[in-house]
């Protein structure tokens, strides 16, 4: 497909988003033509996955481009009809630099069952991004969807959309994929927990405060969910 002349910028972007798709649809987190990936360019235009398009399969050309208010900027594919979701993140987040939704199995069943993902259990998830607050019913494919995180992306990098699917925000596509892989772990193994022993128990608080408190010793200085009381 002809196209204008991208910048090295524009390229790289395009190539990881191709990449993270392909890692997403392989992990089982993405599939069919579900879920949606982007990134903010430093002109502040967004590259975005397709509407309709199989994640595991694109190429730099597939993508879309749209300004901050969703309007396409070229005559290219046209943006996933769920641009909505990512542009309130970058709208409420303007530190976020890359947006990946997808539809996390285990995750997503949790929505289902009304586990909450933002019990501290973990310990490596207390101490990083806290816990994945859960925001309530949205329709898909209607603007009542991306109003269903505002707030709780304000305070938080991760949620779940209840029977739906999660967005992850990150400093770049990695960054944003590395949370999706974090939040589909994490709750893989609360499943496995809940499904042997019939129920959950967060740990102590004194324990939840010790470990929020080596957040200091360790450099961490991301949002915390447990410290920001994001989404409680």
Not at 203 to 213: C, D, G, R, S, T
């Amino acid at each position: 497909m002809p196209h204008a002349p991208w910048t090295e910028e524009e390229t790289r972007i395009r190539q990881a988003l191709c990449r993270i798709g392909a890692l997403c649809y392989q992990r089982g987190t993405i599939v069919g033509a579900d879920g949606n990936l982007s990134a903010k360019l430093s002109d502040g235009t967004i590259v975005i996955t397709p509407t309709g398009a199989m994640k595991g399969f694109l190429e730099p050309e597939h993508m879309a481009k749209v300004d901050m208010q969703g309007r396409p900027i070229d005559q290219g594919p046209r943006a996933s009809s769920e641009v909505g979701i990512h542009l309130v993140c970058y709208q409420e987040r303007p530190d976020v630099q890359a947006i990946v939704h997808a539809h996390p199995p285990h995750a997503v069943a949790l929505t289902i069952a009304e586990i909450d993902m933002q019990m501290p259990i973990i310990p490596e998830i207390i101490v990083t991004i806290g816990g994945i607050p859960t925001a309530p019913f949205g329709t898909p494919g209607t603007p009542e969807l991306p109003e269903t995180i505002r707030a709780i992306v304000r305070c938080s990098d991760t949620v779940i959309m209840k029977n739906h699917g999660s967005v992850t925000l990150g400093t770049n596509l990695m960054d944003a994929y590395k949370k999706l892989d974090m939040l589909e772990h994490t709750a893989r193994i609360l499943w496995l927990a809940h499904t042997a022993r019939g129920g959950l128990s967060p740990l102590p608080e004194a324990a939840v405060q010790k470990l929020l408190a080596t957040r200091a010793q360790l450099g961490i200085t991301t949002r915390n969910t447990l410290e920001n009381q994001c989404g409680m």
